[in-house]
């Protein structure tokens, strides 16, 4: 189950997220490539304790963080909300320079591929408690969902 400690892992996401373009074309969903690393950039601050935001509640989270965490299936298709405060067009960071952008997603992954496992939330606003292995697993699957909707 690949995650964001597996050195073949965060080699592969960061060279799929350099191939990322700003014409990249979008296999599905509303988000530009270039939205979606700032998405991704937001995602990365929240799960390193930089971006406050709110927390779903559900009671079917234990059973959606089981099944977008440890079920060998890619996530679905333009299907999945996120919470308002990384979501583009909402409450999102704006992008402004695409390579300037670009680079602060693949320094965010660096930092949080470095981070001590305290240094993650202790919180997910969909899933809920979070592990270190939870945050990793979540990376790599989120950076791979978000790479995977425009064709890299």
């Known amino acids: 189950m690949a ?7 965060v080699t592969g996401v960061e060279a799929r997220v350099r191939q990322l373009r700003p014409d990249s074309a979008r296999q599905w969903g509303r988000m530009s490539p270039h939205q979606a690393i700032c998405h991704l950039s937001d995602s990365f601050k929240l799960a390193l304790n930089e ?7 559900s009671p079917l ?11 060998p299936l890619p996530w679905p298709r333009g299907r999945i909300r996120t919470v308002p405060e990384v979501e ?5 960071t ?3 320079d695409f390579e300037q952008d670009r680079g602060e997603l693949l320094a965010l992954v660096s930092r949080f591929c470095s981070a001590q496992p305290s240094q993650y939330c202790q919180t997910h606003p969909i899933f809920g408690a979070m592990s270190a ?7 790599y699957l989120h950076l791979d969902h978000h790479l995977r909707q425009f064709g890299v």
């Open 88 to 92: 583009q067009g909402i409450g999102g």
């Open 133 to 139: 292995r939870h945050w990793r697993r979540w990376a």
């Open 94 to 96: 704006a992008p402004t």
């Open 51 to 57: 971006r406050p935001v709110q927390a779903v509640r």
């Open 3 to 9: 995650r964001l400690l597996d050195e073949a892992a």
């Open 61 to 71: 989270r234990p059973l959606i963080k089981f099944i977008a965490l440890q079920m």
